[in-house]
């Protein structure tokens, strides 16, 4: 893990740089702080997340995953990508230059299928959760939170969005979001063979298609014969953070 400067703070007086955004959980089928506060669940004072919210903004520093994605055609072979990291971008503020809210840009897989979305300006991410007029915690917006091709993390969900959504409430480390997984319909037809699976909560998720093409004078009956297959696998595992020297 990278080691950062120490350095103090003022900010608003609550941890942050600013004061937070306010957003109303009962609006939402499904809600989780990221100190474990959820749905369903009494509230628990020790549960709000404040110290891991505080973490994610000042000492986030990159997400880690078990990922692979295995292409093969005729034309050009087997073409395999294996992901474990996000890159690490020298742009990106170290935890002191966070102290007025910068974003942070491009924690990323490098242009591929697994690219994973930036954090938007501090103010516009860490939010205060409320279920109504009682504050349950501390969490992250899911408009702008990281987002990846086939997992989404947020604080709040809703279960109507799409079809084919499911929606985990996981803990990478400590850190609680909520995961959701859009999963495709299996299909099983003479052009394509597709296969998905997920399990939302530990971070899963897999994906396989099998596309096939004509192999016969069009006039004739059909002879289909298998033309590329894709494959991914991608099991996230958690988040990097910025650690401090001990003196």
């Not at 966070?98 to 591929?112: A, H, I, K, P, W």
């Not at 091709?149 to 400590?174: C, K």
């Not at 999963?183 to 298609?209: C, W």
């Amino acid at each position: 893990m990278p080691e950062a400067d120490k350095f103090t703070a003022l900010g608003a007086g609550n941890g942050f740089p600013e004061c937070l955004q306010r957003i109303d959980v009962s609006t939402y089928d499904h809600w989780m702080t990221l100190g474990g506060n959820r749905d369903g669940q009494p509230f628990d004072e020790s549960k709000t997340g404040l110290t891991e919210c505080m973490n994610f903004y000042w000492n986030i520093h990159a997400m880690l995953c078990d990922s692979s994605e295995e292409f093969w055609s005729e034309d050009s072979g087997t073409i395999i990508n294996i992901y474990t990291k996000t890159n690490e971008n020298p742009d990106n503020p170290e935890p002191k230059e966070r102290v007025c809210g910068q974003e942070l840009t491009d924690l990323s897989m490098n242009g591929d299928a697994m690219d994973f979305s930036r954090l938007d300006p501090f103010s516009d991410w860490i939010m205060a959760m409320y279920n109504g007029d009682d504050f349950v915690g501390y969490g992250v917006n899911p408009e702008t939170f990281f987002s990846h091709e086939d997992l989404f993390f947020s604080s709040v969900a809703l279960t109507s969005v799409g079809r084919g959504w499911q929606i985990g409430y996981s803990n990478y480390n400590g850190i609680h979001v909520l995961t959701s997984v859009v999963v495709p319909d299996n299909v099983d037809t003479d052009p394509a063979k597709i296969e998905a699976s997920a399990n939302p909560t530990l971070g899963q998720y897999s994906f396989s298609r099998e596309n096939y093409r004509n192999d016969e004078d069009p006039a004739d009956p059909p002879i289909w014969v298998l033309d590329s297959t894709f494959t991914r696998e991608l099991q996230f595992i958690g988040f990097e953070f910025y650690t401090y020297p001990a003196s």
